[in-house]
């Protein structure tokens, strides 16, 4: 009697200790809503509830220094980031000079992300050149990462911080609430931001302006950030402030998790991500560019993480 008792009890317990397991929660830490990766995130968060049954949620920060040291210090698992900002925190460079930041493992390549700066369609603003003496957004406290790609795109133009008028804001969010209040001329946003579409609807239309992509152009901006490339970008109805096929300063969306995040999960998260672009592009049409044939691609100072190693070398996309 007392046998079968301690039986069914170390049953039981292992059953609630594997649904607790199964039931793990997984979060991505992200930027405020209405950005371009809390938008990616809660759409990737959806579709690995539905397909790999992963207790995913989306936890908001003020940018992207607080997200990738909840990553590094495991109060998040996973975040989506500009691969050269997890670059400089891997190497603890630029804004992470504190510490090097070496918890961080790539997971997959995502996506090329386009960034521009844009302005009032009717602002008379037609070039970077032309934002000289323009009031800009600056500072970035919040949003750090928000420096070197202001810095790119300004670089582009032969223009330096001294030649504009920088106007101090926290994050992205506000710059652009800033920008549609008619306290900024200019900011910056990643291409197909819901956001932009929001200032777009809000000032009677908003404007990417071009950049110049010249050999001079690439080593300006290379010289801020080591994986900064040229893209062209095609209009769509999800890119607002772009009206004709433009080449834009870009960087690779990546997407990372701490080294001690389970290989398991991982690989079901890269599972759920690279065999389900369909249900992506539905609840975010950016997914229209996911890297399904090119999710592995490498990068200076940063590791994969096991798990996502151990999905590539089974698709042939990894070398053993």
């Known amino acids: 009697m007392k046998r079968t008792a301690i039986s069914l009890f170390a049953g039981l317990s292992f059953s609630v200790c594997s649904a607790l397991a199964s039931a793990q929660m997984l979060s991505f830490a992200s930027p405020p809503q209405g950005s371009v990766w809390n938008t990616m995130s809660t759409s990737i968060a959806n579709v690995a509830r539905s397909k790999q049954n992963l207790n995913v949620v989306v936890q908001p920060f003020s940018g992207n220094r607080a997200m990738m040291d909840a990553v590094d210090r495991g ?87 001294s030649d504009v008028e920088q106007v101090p804001v926290p994050d992205l969010i506000r710059a652009v609430d800033n920008f549609a209040s008619g306290r900024l001329d200019a900011t910056f946003f990643a291409v197909g931001g819901p956001k932009v579409a929001e200032a777009d609807a809000s000032v009677g239309g908003v404007k990417f302006l071009p950049v110049a992509t010249d050999e001079k152009s690439l080593e300006a901006i290379s010289a801020i950030r080591p994986a900064y490339y040229f893209s062209v970008v095609k209009p769509a109805p ?39 672009k369909d249900e992506l592009v539905k609840l ?25 190693a151990r999905y590539f070398k089974e698709k042939g996309l990894l070398e053993e």
């Open 75 to 161: 109060f998040a698992e996973f975040a989506i980031n500009d691969v050269n900002d997890v670059i400089v925190a891997a190497r603890g460079q630029a804004d992470y000079t504190d510490r090097a930041r070496r918890n961080l493992r790539v997971v997959l390549r995502i996506s090329p992300q386009p960034v521009g700066m844009f302005v009032r369609k009717d602002s008379g603003i037609d070039s970077i050149n032309d934002l000289a003496g323009k009031r800009v957004a600056a500072g970035w406290n919040a949003f750090p990462l928000g420096r070197p790609n202001m810095a790119a795109l300004l670089a582009t133009g032969g223009l330096t911080w």
């Open 238 to 276: 999800h890119r607002a402030g772009l009206e004709s096929p433009m080449e834009m300063v870009t960087w690779d969306n990546v997407l990372v998790a701490g080294a001690d995040v389970s290989e398991e999960k991982v690989y079901q998260l890269v599972t759920a991500i690279l065999e389900n």
């Open 284 to 308: 975010f049409p950016g997914f229209r560019e996911l890297a399904v044939e090119e999710p592995y691609k490498v990068y200076p100072d940063l590791e994969y993480h096991p798990g996502a």
